[in-house]
T-cell receptor
């Protein structure tokens, strides 16, 4: 089954404690992206990657890091989380593996709370 | 900069009627526009894409229109069902690299 997986689904942590949210896709997509979703706001892009070892900042990259060492994986790293990073995070990938060109496939989301 | 407006108030529709959701944008006309469905606590799911040279697109009970003069897209669900209740997101192409700008979504509630 074509899918994007994320782990963990829920995470409560404290300010300053480094964390990583993993993302993996099995569709051989080149493009992957991280978004955050906050109430009343549209999805905002944090980082994206056009291919292995190619990453770029989105609209709200401050406080986040990413890496793309393998095509299928695109982890999101919060080196020193702060309460304003409490949010719902989504990983997405884009490709043409049988779907509509430009269709974005989303993971199930990671709800992060930073106290 | 490009802004997207979707009705922030929930839309309540009686089962069997047609639901119409609106997506307005303020600046340039995008090369394409997408609609997604999002259920509570889950990731958005792609529904339809319409390109700037297409006036209308259909998929089963769904219909999307794209009016570049009005800078507006309408999303219709005909013969609505309670299972159609969800938040619907509009997203506009904003250049290269699959970049999108997203609306905040409209919550649709279909009452039996």
């Amino acid at each position: 089954e074509a899918q994007v997986t994320q782990n963990p689904r829920y995470l409560i942590t404290v300010t300053g404690k480094k964390l990583t949210v993993t993302c993996s896709q099995n569709m051989n997509h080149e493009y992957m992206s991280w978004y955050r979703q906050d109430p009343g706001l549209g999805l905002r892009q944090i980082y994206y990657s056009m291919n292995v070892e190619v990453t770029d900042k989105g609209d709200v990259p401050e406080g986040y890091k990413v890496s793309r060492k393998e095509k299928r994986n695109f982890p999101l790293i919060l080196e020193s989380p702060s309460p304003n990073q409490t949010s719902l995070y989504f990983c997405a990938s884009v490709g043409t593996s049988g779907g509509e060109t430009y269709e974005q496939y989303f993971g199930p989301g990671t709800r992060l709370t930073v106290t | 900069s490009q802004k997207i407006e979707q009705n922030s108030e929930a839309l309540n529709i009686q089962e069997g009627k047609t639901a119409t959701l609106t997506c307005n944008y303020t600046n340039y006309s995008p090369a394409y526009l997408q609609w997604y469905r999002q259920d509570p606590g889950r990731g958005p799911v792609f529904l339809l894409l319409i390109r700037e040279n297409e006036k209308e697109k259909r998929k089963e009970r769904l219909k999307v229109t794209f009016d570049t003069t009005l800078k507006q897209s309408l999303f219709h669900i005909t013969a609505s069902q309670p299972a159609d209740s969800a938040t619907y997101l509009c997203a506009l192409e904003r250049g290269s690299n699959y970049q999108l700008i997203w609306g905040a979504g409209t919550k649709l509630i279909i009452k039996p």
